[in-house]
C-alpha cells in the first residue's frame, strides 16, 4: 500500500479539524519539493486545460436567454404511454379501424420501441439493466395495438419472456390501470384511487408526496367516470396472462392487507353509486387539477400528470377545442423529441437544474467575470434564474402556511412546486452570476433563503418538496407501488442545502445547521457511504453528504467525513473512474458499473471536500477525467446515472456528462493553485497525501 493511500485509510486528526499539512516534500529535500511543486502546477494546468475546453462548449450551449437545457430522457415506458393515449383520446371506431391524426408519431414511438428491445426480447428502464416486467408488457402491448405481427420473431422473444418473468399479473398498479382502461386487464383486480380523497378530513393528500398527487388526482377522475374504450381491431392481450399466476392485487403484509380490504370496500361503494358525495368529490377533484395548469407548464410539469390531466379533461367532456385542453396537449406534446423515423418522450425539462449547475461549474473555474463576453453570459443567467423565482403560494404551504413563497422550480414553468434541491443549487449559483439589478438579486436570495431554513423537516434533512412528508403507513396502501408515495428526506439534497447555506456564512452553531448536521450523521451507512435519493446512488449521497458537512466545518463529523473518503477510494474502478449501477437500489448496496464522466466527478468532488486533494485516488481520477474527453471537449455517458422512483423510473440528463466534470476539474485546478482560493472545506481537514 503506498503512502497516499495508508493516509486515506487512517488520516491525522485534532479536535476541531486543527489544520494539517503534510512536510513529506521538505523532508526529502528541497530538490524533489521543488520538483513536487512543477508536478503539482503541471497537473493543475491540465486539469484546467480540460476544463476550459469543455467550458467552451458548455458556453456555446447556452440559449439567448440565458439559460441552459440538456434533452431529459427515461425509458421506453413513455414512448408506450404516448401511444396509449393517442387511442384514448382517438378512440378506435365500431369496427376496429383506427387512424387517428397522430398516426405519423405513433408509427415513430412505435419504432422507438422496436429499437430499445434488448436481445432476451425484452425492455429495460435503466442503462444497462436487465429486462423488467412494466417496461415490456406495455411495450408488447401497444405495438401490437398499432398492428405489429404477434408472430413476428420480436414479439415472439418478448411474449416468452413476460411468461417467463410471471405474466402480465406481475405489472404493478399504473401498468394494470392503463391496460383496464381499454379492458387490456380486468378492472377488479386494479386497486381504485377513488375521488373521495378530496373531501377526506385531515388533508391526507398532502400527506402524500407532490408527484403522487399530481398523479392520483386527475387519474381518480378518469377511474370514477369512464367507460372502457375500444382498442384499435379489437385487439386483445390475453396471451401475456401467466396460467397459474394470480390476478388479485399484491399483498405486502398485514397492514397491506388492510388495504387491500379497503379497495374491496372502495369498488363497493362506487357499486352503489352515492351519486351526491362522488359528485363532490369529482367536483373537488376538478377545481384541485384545474388551479394547478395555471402558472404551469402542464399538470406538475411532469409527464404522467400531464397525461391522466389531458385524459381527466377529455372524460369530463372538455371539447377538443377547450382553450385548458388544447394547452394541457401542447405542453405534453413539448416533451416530445422527435426525429425523421423515431419519437422518443422527455419524462419533464430541466432548464432551472442545468442552468444553476452549469452557470455554478463555470463560475468555480473562474470564467464569471474574465472578460465581457463571459461576464455577459453569466448575467444572463442570473437575469433568467431571478425571472423564475416562486412567488406565490404551493402545495408546500399546506404544511407551511406562514413561510414567504419563494424558491425555484425544475421546469420552466411549475408554480405549485418550488424544490428544495433546486433552491439551493440556484443559490449556489447566484454566489458566482451576478444579475444586471443587485438589489431585486439582493432580496431574492434573502427570501430563498429564508425558504429553506422554513422547509427544514423535523428530524433536520430536507426532502425534495414537502416537509415532514413520512407517513410510511401510505407505502402499503395498492398503488403505492410505484415507490414514490412519499417525499422523505434524504442525505443528498440535505448536503446540497448545508453545503449552499453554510457558503452564505451559516456555521453549525446556528440551529438549522445543527439539526442537518445530526441528520447526515445518523444517516451515514455502516460502510461510510450515504444513500443518494436523486442521483445513482451512494457515490452521488456520499459526495454531497461530504460537502455538506465539510462546508459547515461540524464538530464530532471528522470521523464520518473520514471513512466517507475512505469508503469512495475503495469503490473507485481500477481505470481511474467511478460507476455505480442502478441495481444498488434493489440490493440496498453498492454496485459497480463502468466508469462514467458524472459519477467519476462526483466522486472526485466528494473526496477534494474532504481532504484528499492530492491522493492518488483524486489523481486518477482527474487523469481520467482528461483522456475521456473528447476532442469538442464533451464526454460520453453510457448509463443511466439520474434517480427518479428507485425500482421504478430513472433518468439520463444529457449535460450531467458536461458540466460535472468541468465543476470537479475547476474544483482540482483551483484548490492546486492557491488553497485560498476553493473557500469552504478541504483546507481545515487533515491532508490525505
Known sequence: ???????????????????????????????????????????????????????????????????????????????????????????????????????????????????????????????????????????????????????????????ALILRMGGIQECNSYTRINLSLFELFPRKYCPTIPPEIMIVPGNVLYEMSSWTRTIIVPLSIVQALAAPRRTPGHRRIEELFHPSRRLALHRKDRIANVFVHADKIFKRWERQNVRKIRDRAIREAETWMMSRLHHSEGLGAIYPSMMYSIMAMEVMGYESDHPDLEQAIRHFNGLMLEGEETLIFQPAKSPVWDTAIAAFALGELGLADRDERTAASMTRAADWLLSKEIRRKGDWSAKRPDLTPSGWVFEFENEFYPDIDDTAM?????LHAKASDPEKQARAEKRAVNWLLGMQSSDGGWAAFDVDNNWQVLNQVPFADHNAMLDPTCPDITGRVLDSLARRGFTYAHPAIERGIRYLLTQQETN?????????????????????????????????????????????????????????????????????????????????????????????????????????GTWDEAITTGTGFPQVFYIQYDLYRNYFPVLALATYASALEDTSKYSPSWNHLPSLV
Request: proline share 4%.
Open 1 to 159: 500500500m503506498s503512502t497516499a493511500d495508508a493516509a486515506e485509510d487512517d488520516p491525522m486528526r485534532e479536535s476541531e479539524y486543527s489544520i494539517v499539512r503534510s512536510q513529506s516534500a521538505e523532508i526529502q529535500g528541497n530538490g524533489m519539493a521543488a520538483q513536487a511543486q512543477s508536478s503539482l502546477r503541471a497537473a493543475a494546468a491540465e486539469a484546467r486545460a480540460t476544463a476550459e475546453r469543455a467550458a467552451s462548449r458548455l458556453f456555446s450551449l447556452q440559449h439567448t436567454d440565458g439559460y441552459w437545457v440538456g434533452d431529459l430522457t427515461a425509458d421506453s415506458t413513455l414512448q408506450s404511454d404516448y401511444i396509449l393515449m393517442q387511442m384514448w383520446l382517438y378512440p378506435a371506431e365500431a369496427d376496429g379501424s383506427w387512424n387517428p391524426p397522430t398516426l405519423p408519431q405513433v408509427r415513430k414511438a412505435a419504432q422507438s420501441l422496436l429499437n430499445t428491445q434488448r436481445a432476451d426480447g425484452g425492455w429495460n428502464i435503466y442503462e444497462p439493466g436487465e429486462s423488467e416486467i412494466n417496461a415490456t408488457v406495455r411495450a408488447y402491448a401497444m405495438l401490437k395495438m398499432t398492428g405489429f405481427d404477434p408472430e413476428d420473431e420480436r414479439m415472439r422473444r418478448a411474449r
Open 426 to 430: 440556484v443559490l449556489l449559483t447566484l
Open 528 to 632: 461510510g457511504s450515504w444513500y443518494g435519493r436523486w442521483g445513482v446512488n451512494y457515490v452521488y449521497g456520499t459526495f454531497l453528504a461530504l460537502r455538506g458537512l465539510v462546508a459547515t466545518r461540524a464538530p464530532g463529523a471528522a470521523d464520518a467525513i473520514a471513512r466517507g473518503a475512505h469508503w469512495l477510494r475503495e469503490v473507485q474502478n481500477p481505470d481511474g473512474g467511478w460507476g455505480e449501477s442502478c441495481l444498488g437500489y434493489e440490493t440496498n448496496r453498492f454496485e459497480r458499473a463502468v466508469s462514467t464522466p458524472s459519477q467519476t466527478a462526483w466522486a472526485v468532488l466528494g473526496l477534494i471536500a474532504a481532504g484528499a486533494l492530492r491522493s492518488n485516488a483524486v489523481a486518477d481520477g482527474i487523469r481520467w477525467l482528461n483522456e475521456k474527453q473528447r476532442p469538442d
